[in-house]
Protein backbone atom coordinates (compact mmCIF):
# COMPACT_ATOMS: atom_id res chain seq x y z
CA UNK A 1 0.00 0.00 0.00
CA UNK A 2 1.26 3.58 -0.75
CA UNK A 3 2.15 5.42 2.43
CA UNK A 4 1.21 8.91 0.77
CA UNK A 5 -1.67 9.83 -1.78
CA UNK A 6 -0.40 13.28 -3.09
CA UNK A 7 -3.67 15.46 -2.33
CA UNK A 8 -3.99 18.79 -4.30
CA UNK A 9 -2.02 20.96 -2.84
CA UNK A 10 0.27 23.35 -5.22
CA UNK A 11 3.43 23.03 -4.09
CA UNK A 12 6.62 24.76 -5.54
CA UNK A 13 9.32 23.52 -2.92
CA UNK A 14 9.68 19.82 -4.90
CA UNK A 15 13.51 18.21 -4.47
CA UNK A 16 15.33 16.37 -6.85
CA UNK A 17 15.12 13.43 -4.53
CA UNK A 18 10.79 13.59 -4.28
CA UNK A 19 11.28 13.80 -8.21
CA UNK A 20 13.54 11.10 -8.59
CA UNK A 21 11.49 8.81 -5.91
CA UNK A 22 8.03 9.12 -7.76
CA UNK A 23 10.15 8.14 -11.14
CA UNK A 24 11.61 5.07 -9.43
CA UNK A 25 8.02 4.00 -7.98
CA UNK A 26 6.51 0.52 -9.35
CA UNK A 27 5.03 1.76 -12.76
CA UNK A 28 1.52 0.43 -11.80
CA UNK A 29 1.49 2.68 -8.59
CA UNK A 30 3.11 5.62 -10.47
CA UNK A 31 0.18 5.50 -12.88
CA UNK A 32 -1.90 5.24 -9.74
CA UNK A 33 -1.08 8.13 -7.84
CA UNK A 34 -0.97 10.57 -10.92
CA UNK A 35 -4.88 8.97 -12.19
CA UNK A 36 -5.94 9.79 -8.45
CA UNK A 37 -4.37 13.83 -8.39
CA UNK A 38 -5.61 13.85 -11.96
CA UNK A 39 -9.19 13.55 -10.64
CA UNK A 40 -8.98 15.93 -7.82
CA UNK A 41 -8.55 18.71 -10.16
CA UNK A 42 -10.27 17.35 -13.60
CA UNK A 43 -12.47 14.90 -15.00
CA UNK A 44 -10.62 12.40 -16.20
CA UNK A 45 -12.94 11.83 -19.52
CA UNK A 46 -12.61 15.37 -20.69
CA UNK A 47 -9.77 16.42 -23.17
CA UNK A 48 -8.52 20.09 -23.70
CA UNK A 49 -8.12 20.81 -27.75
CA UNK A 50 -5.56 23.09 -29.14
CA UNK A 51 -4.97 23.59 -32.95
CA UNK A 52 -1.41 24.69 -34.14
CA UNK A 53 -0.49 27.51 -37.08
CA UNK A 54 3.02 27.60 -38.23
CA UNK A 55 2.48 31.58 -39.30
CA UNK A 56 6.30 31.56 -39.88
CA UNK A 57 7.95 29.22 -40.77
CA UNK A 58 11.89 27.86 -41.33
CA UNK A 59 15.16 30.15 -41.22
CA UNK A 60 15.06 30.55 -37.62
CA UNK A 61 18.40 31.85 -36.35
CA UNK A 62 18.45 29.60 -33.21
CA UNK A 63 20.23 26.08 -33.14
CA UNK A 64 17.78 23.88 -31.63
CA UNK A 65 19.08 20.50 -32.51
CA UNK A 66 15.50 18.93 -32.88
CA UNK A 67 14.24 21.54 -35.01
CA UNK A 68 13.40 21.46 -38.63
CA UNK A 69 13.24 25.07 -39.01
CA UNK A 70 16.43 25.85 -37.74
CA UNK A 71 18.96 27.81 -40.43
CA UNK A 72 21.62 25.52 -38.78
CA UNK A 73 20.48 22.22 -40.68
CA UNK A 74 19.81 21.00 -43.77
CA UNK A 75 16.50 19.60 -43.54
CA UNK A 76 14.75 20.81 -46.65
CA UNK A 77 11.79 22.80 -45.13
CA UNK A 78 10.99 26.06 -47.14
CA UNK A 79 10.94 29.25 -45.26
CA UNK A 80 8.81 31.65 -45.83
CA UNK A 81 7.28 34.88 -44.52
CA UNK A 82 4.74 35.66 -42.19
CA UNK A 83 1.34 34.83 -43.12
CA UNK A 84 -1.09 37.51 -43.86
CA UNK A 85 -4.18 38.53 -41.44
CA UNK A 86 -6.53 37.44 -43.35
CA UNK A 87 -4.72 33.45 -43.96
CA UNK A 88 -4.39 32.99 -40.44
CA UNK A 89 -8.17 34.13 -39.50
CA UNK A 90 -9.88 31.58 -42.38
CA UNK A 91 -7.25 28.85 -40.67
CA UNK A 92 -8.22 29.72 -37.12
CA UNK A 93 -12.36 29.21 -38.55
CA UNK A 94 -11.53 26.12 -40.01
CA UNK A 95 -10.04 24.53 -36.67
CA UNK A 96 -12.54 26.12 -34.88
CA UNK A 97 -15.10 24.31 -37.40
CA UNK A 98 -12.82 21.10 -36.74
CA UNK A 99 -13.95 21.30 -33.16
CA UNK A 100 -10.31 22.82 -31.39
CA UNK A 101 -10.83 25.19 -28.45
CA UNK A 102 -7.81 27.00 -28.51
CA UNK A 103 -6.00 28.12 -31.48
CA UNK A 104 -1.72 28.11 -31.11
CA UNK A 105 0.22 30.23 -34.05
CA UNK A 106 3.68 29.73 -33.87
CA UNK A 107 6.62 31.62 -35.32
CA UNK A 108 10.25 30.85 -36.22
CA UNK A 109 12.24 33.06 -34.50
CA UNK A 110 14.78 33.52 -32.06
CA UNK A 111 12.84 36.46 -30.52
CA UNK A 112 9.63 38.94 -31.50
CA UNK A 113 10.79 42.22 -33.65
CA UNK A 114 8.95 44.93 -32.99
CA UNK A 115 8.14 45.73 -36.50
CA UNK A 116 5.70 42.12 -36.67
CA UNK A 117 3.75 43.26 -33.38
CA UNK A 118 0.99 45.21 -35.19
CA UNK A 119 0.28 42.04 -37.68
CA UNK A 120 0.51 39.92 -34.60
CA UNK A 121 -1.90 41.70 -32.58
CA UNK A 122 -4.30 42.05 -35.17
CA UNK A 123 -4.01 38.28 -35.44
CA UNK A 124 -4.72 38.10 -31.82
CA UNK A 125 -7.57 39.79 -31.69
CA UNK A 126 -9.34 38.26 -34.91
CA UNK A 127 -9.13 34.90 -33.56
CA UNK A 128 -10.09 35.93 -30.14
CA UNK A 129 -13.25 37.26 -32.11
CA UNK A 130 -13.92 33.64 -33.64
CA UNK A 131 -14.62 32.57 -29.92
CA UNK A 132 -11.30 30.56 -29.93
CA UNK A 133 -9.01 30.63 -27.24
CA UNK A 134 -5.91 32.03 -28.49
CA UNK A 135 -1.76 30.85 -28.11
CA UNK A 136 1.50 32.23 -29.65
CA UNK A 137 4.80 31.02 -29.49
CA UNK A 138 7.23 33.59 -31.18
CA UNK A 139 10.47 33.40 -29.45
CA UNK A 140 11.84 35.46 -26.86
CA UNK A 141 9.94 38.31 -25.76
CA UNK A 142 10.58 41.62 -23.98
CA UNK A 143 8.45 42.51 -21.02
CA UNK A 144 6.47 45.69 -23.16
CA UNK A 145 5.98 43.13 -25.61
CA UNK A 146 4.25 40.60 -23.82
CA UNK A 147 2.08 43.75 -22.65
CA UNK A 148 0.82 44.30 -25.92
CA UNK A 149 0.28 40.95 -26.71
CA UNK A 150 -1.69 40.49 -23.50
CA UNK A 151 -3.89 43.63 -24.29
CA UNK A 152 -4.67 42.52 -28.26
CA UNK A 153 -6.07 39.45 -26.21
CA UNK A 154 -3.74 36.93 -26.16
CA UNK A 155 -4.34 34.26 -23.61
CA UNK A 156 -1.18 31.93 -23.56
CA UNK A 157 2.23 32.21 -24.21
CA UNK A 158 3.96 29.09 -25.24
CA UNK A 159 8.05 29.22 -24.44
CA UNK A 160 9.36 25.59 -23.78
CA UNK A 161 12.26 25.19 -21.22
CA UNK A 162 12.65 21.90 -23.61
CA UNK A 163 15.30 20.05 -21.04
CA UNK A 164 17.13 19.77 -17.79
CA UNK A 165 19.82 23.05 -17.45
CA UNK A 166 22.22 20.66 -17.40
CA UNK A 167 21.63 19.21 -20.77
CA UNK A 168 20.36 22.83 -22.05
CA UNK A 169 23.94 22.73 -23.85
CA UNK A 170 23.34 19.64 -25.68
CA UNK A 171 20.14 20.62 -27.19
CA UNK A 172 20.72 24.76 -28.14
CA UNK A 173 23.78 26.99 -27.93
CA UNK A 174 22.32 29.62 -29.26
CA UNK A 175 20.43 31.09 -25.85
CA UNK A 176 20.49 30.13 -22.77
CA UNK A 177 17.97 28.55 -19.88
CA UNK A 178 18.13 31.73 -18.16
CA UNK A 179 16.94 34.16 -21.13
CA UNK A 180 13.89 31.29 -21.13
CA UNK A 181 13.09 31.32 -17.89
CA UNK A 182 13.69 35.51 -18.02
CA UNK A 183 10.67 35.55 -20.92
CA UNK A 184 8.45 32.91 -19.10
CA UNK A 185 8.51 35.55 -16.45
CA UNK A 186 8.02 38.61 -18.56
CA UNK A 187 4.85 36.50 -19.76
CA UNK A 188 3.71 35.84 -16.06
CA UNK A 189 3.63 39.35 -15.39
CA UNK A 190 1.88 40.44 -18.19
CA UNK A 191 -0.88 38.62 -17.03
CA UNK A 192 -0.70 36.25 -19.04
CA UNK A 193 -0.93 32.29 -18.72
CA UNK A 194 2.19 30.08 -19.60
CA UNK A 195 2.20 27.23 -21.71
CA UNK A 196 5.82 25.59 -20.99
CA UNK A 197 7.05 21.92 -21.18
CA UNK A 198 9.49 20.18 -23.34
CA UNK A 199 10.67 17.29 -25.21
CA UNK A 200 11.56 13.74 -24.50
CA UNK A 201 13.86 11.53 -25.87
CA UNK A 202 16.46 14.30 -27.48
CA UNK A 203 19.06 11.73 -25.34
CA UNK A 204 18.47 12.81 -22.05
CA UNK A 205 18.74 10.68 -18.73
CA UNK A 206 16.09 9.79 -16.07
CA UNK A 207 18.11 12.22 -14.19
CA UNK A 208 17.69 15.00 -17.03
CA UNK A 209 14.13 14.27 -16.99
CA UNK A 210 14.25 14.40 -12.70
CA UNK A 211 15.68 17.51 -13.53
CA UNK A 212 13.37 19.71 -16.11
CA UNK A 213 10.18 18.44 -14.05
CA UNK A 214 11.73 19.63 -11.23
CA UNK A 215 12.49 23.26 -12.97
CA UNK A 216 9.35 23.18 -13.80
CA UNK A 217 7.71 22.55 -10.46
CA UNK A 218 9.61 24.89 -8.54
CA UNK A 219 8.53 27.96 -11.02
CA UNK A 220 7.04 30.50 -9.03
CA UNK A 221 3.90 30.23 -10.95
CA UNK A 222 3.37 26.41 -12.37
CA UNK A 223 2.74 26.47 -16.07
CA UNK A 224 -0.84 26.87 -17.32
CA UNK A 225 -0.42 24.34 -19.79
CA UNK A 226 2.31 22.00 -19.52
CA UNK A 227 3.14 19.89 -23.12
CA UNK A 228 5.04 16.97 -23.51
CA UNK A 229 6.52 16.55 -26.76
CA UNK A 230 8.12 13.36 -27.72
CA UNK A 231 10.86 14.23 -30.04
CA UNK A 232 9.34 14.35 -34.07
CA UNK A 233 12.58 12.64 -35.57
CA UNK A 234 13.35 15.09 -38.32
CA UNK A 235 16.23 14.19 -40.98
CA UNK A 236 18.90 16.71 -41.28
CA UNK A 237 18.84 17.64 -37.54
CA UNK A 238 21.19 16.59 -35.14
CA UNK A 239 19.47 15.05 -32.70
CA UNK A 240 16.41 13.11 -35.30
CA UNK A 241 19.48 11.56 -36.66
CA UNK A 242 20.66 10.51 -33.45
CA UNK A 243 17.19 9.32 -32.63
CA UNK A 244 16.85 7.41 -35.57
CA UNK A 245 19.94 5.58 -34.91
CA UNK A 246 19.87 4.92 -31.49
CA UNK A 247 16.25 5.01 -30.98
CA UNK A 248 14.22 7.39 -28.77
CA UNK A 249 12.77 7.23 -24.85
CA UNK A 250 10.45 4.16 -24.20
CA UNK A 251 6.70 4.36 -24.71
CA UNK A 252 7.31 3.62 -20.39
CA UNK A 253 9.41 6.18 -19.53
CA UNK A 254 7.28 8.22 -21.85
CA UNK A 255 4.32 8.06 -19.51
CA UNK A 256 6.18 7.51 -16.40
CA UNK A 257 7.09 11.05 -17.17
CA UNK A 258 3.69 12.36 -17.95
CA UNK A 259 2.40 10.44 -14.29
CA UNK A 260 5.23 12.37 -12.19
CA UNK A 261 4.30 15.99 -14.62
CA UNK A 262 0.88 15.67 -13.64
CA UNK A 263 1.79 14.82 -9.78
CA UNK A 264 4.30 18.02 -9.54
CA UNK A 265 1.76 20.29 -11.35
CA UNK A 266 -1.14 18.95 -10.22
CA UNK A 267 -3.62 21.52 -11.84
CA UNK A 268 -2.02 22.08 -15.18
CA UNK A 269 -3.16 21.05 -18.35
CA UNK A 270 -0.50 18.06 -19.33
CA UNK A 271 -0.76 18.29 -23.24
CA UNK A 272 0.40 14.94 -25.49
CA UNK A 273 2.02 16.98 -27.72
CA UNK A 274 4.60 16.24 -30.90
CA UNK A 275 5.26 12.62 -31.56
CA UNK A 276 1.22 10.59 -31.38
CA UNK A 277 1.36 9.78 -34.66
CA UNK A 278 4.34 7.42 -33.63
CA UNK A 279 1.88 6.61 -30.50
CA UNK A 280 -0.43 3.54 -30.43
CA UNK A 281 -3.86 3.82 -29.25
CA UNK A 282 -2.76 2.02 -25.91
CA UNK A 283 -0.06 3.82 -25.43
CA UNK A 284 -2.06 7.21 -25.63
CA UNK A 285 -4.47 5.47 -23.31
CA UNK A 286 -2.04 4.86 -20.81
CA UNK A 287 -0.88 9.06 -21.32
CA UNK A 288 -4.41 10.08 -20.88
CA UNK A 289 -4.35 7.87 -17.38
CA UNK A 290 -1.40 9.30 -16.28
CA UNK A 291 -3.23 12.42 -16.45
CA UNK A 292 -2.72 13.84 -19.82
CA UNK A 293 -5.56 16.08 -20.48
CA UNK A 294 -4.96 18.28 -23.67
CA UNK A 295 -3.86 17.61 -27.36
CA UNK A 296 -2.66 18.59 -30.71
CA UNK A 297 -5.73 18.43 -33.05
CA UNK A 298 -5.71 19.02 -36.46
CA UNK A 299 -3.50 16.77 -38.96
CA UNK A 300 -1.00 19.14 -39.10
CA UNK A 301 1.63 20.68 -35.95
CA UNK A 302 4.02 22.93 -36.71
CA UNK A 303 5.91 21.38 -40.08
CA UNK A 304 5.00 17.57 -39.03
CA UNK A 305 2.12 15.46 -38.77
CA UNK A 306 -0.22 14.79 -36.58
CA UNK A 307 -3.06 12.52 -36.05
CA UNK A 308 -6.12 13.24 -38.88
CA UNK A 309 -9.30 14.40 -36.96
CA UNK A 310 -11.17 11.07 -38.11
CA UNK A 311 -8.35 9.10 -36.04
CA UNK A 312 -8.27 11.24 -32.99
CA UNK A 313 -12.13 11.53 -33.34
CA UNK A 314 -12.30 7.55 -32.69
CA UNK A 315 -9.47 6.91 -30.02
CA UNK A 316 -11.92 9.84 -28.03
CA UNK A 317 -14.84 7.44 -28.75
CA UNK A 318 -12.74 4.36 -27.89
CA UNK A 319 -11.66 5.67 -24.96
CA UNK A 320 -14.70 7.63 -23.84
CA UNK A 321 -12.98 10.79 -23.85
CA UNK A 322 -14.97 14.49 -24.56
CA UNK A 323 -13.52 17.79 -25.62
CA UNK A 324 -13.67 19.84 -22.19
CA UNK A 325 -15.74 22.39 -22.08
CA UNK A 326 -14.56 25.90 -22.03
CA UNK A 327 -14.26 27.61 -19.31
N1 LIG B 1 10.59 29.51 -31.99
C1 LIG B 1 9.77 29.44 -30.85
C2 LIG B 1 10.44 28.77 -29.69
O1 LIG B 1 11.32 27.96 -29.85
O2 LIG B 1 10.03 29.07 -28.56
C3 LIG B 1 8.46 28.75 -31.10
C4 LIG B 1 8.31 27.56 -31.98
S1 LIG B 1 9.12 26.07 -31.44
C5 LIG B 1 8.89 25.08 -32.85
C6 LIG B 1 8.05 25.42 -30.18
C7 LIG B 1 8.43 24.12 -29.52
O3 LIG B 1 8.14 23.04 -30.39
C8 LIG B 1 9.86 23.89 -29.11
O4 LIG B 1 10.20 24.54 -27.93
C9 LIG B 1 9.90 22.38 -28.96
O5 LIG B 1 9.60 22.01 -27.64
C10 LIG B 1 8.82 21.90 -29.91
N2 LIG B 1 9.39 21.16 -31.05
C11 LIG B 1 10.02 21.70 -32.11
N3 LIG B 1 10.47 20.74 -32.94
C12 LIG B 1 10.11 19.55 -32.39
C13 LIG B 1 10.31 18.19 -32.77
N4 LIG B 1 10.98 17.86 -33.86
N5 LIG B 1 9.81 17.23 -31.98
C14 LIG B 1 9.13 17.56 -30.85
N6 LIG B 1 8.94 18.82 -30.44
C15 LIG B 1 9.42 19.82 -31.19
C1 LIG C 1 4.85 22.55 -28.03
O1 LIG C 1 5.35 22.21 -26.95
N1 LIG C 1 4.73 21.74 -29.07
C2 LIG C 1 4.20 22.42 -30.22
C3 LIG C 1 3.88 23.82 -29.65
N2 LIG C 1 4.40 23.75 -28.32
C4 LIG C 1 4.31 25.04 -30.34
C5 LIG C 1 5.06 22.38 -31.39
C6 LIG C 1 5.42 20.97 -31.82
C7 LIG C 1 6.22 21.06 -33.04
C8 LIG C 1 6.60 19.73 -33.58
C9 LIG C 1 7.49 19.82 -34.75
C10 LIG C 1 6.93 20.52 -35.95
O2 LIG C 1 5.77 20.26 -36.34
O3 LIG C 1 7.65 21.31 -36.55
FE1 LIG D 1 13.76 28.32 -33.85
FE2 LIG D 1 11.91 27.53 -32.10
FE3 LIG D 1 12.91 25.81 -33.91
FE4 LIG D 1 14.45 26.62 -31.91
S1 LIG D 1 12.54 25.42 -31.73
S2 LIG D 1 15.06 26.50 -34.08
S3 LIG D 1 13.75 28.72 -31.65
S4 LIG D 1 11.68 27.61 -34.35
New binding site residues.
Given amino acids: MPDTLHTVTLRHDWTKAEIAALFDLPFMELVYQAASVHRQSFDPSEVQLSQLLSVKTGG?A???GY?S??AHFDTGLKASKLMPVDEVLAAAQAAKDGGAQRFCMGA???ELKDRDVPALTEMVSGVKALGLETCMTL?MLRPEQAVALKEAGLDYYNHNLDTSPEYYDSV?TTRSYAERLDTLQAVADAGMKTCCGGILGLGESREDRVSFLHQLATLPHHPDSLPINNLVAVSGTPLGERAQKEGGISGLEFVRTVAVARIVCPKSMVRLSAGRTEMSEELQALCFMAGANSIFVGDQLLTTPNPERGTDAHLMRELGLRPMTMT
Wanted: some cysteine; proline content about 0%.
Fill in positions: CENCCQSAWRGV
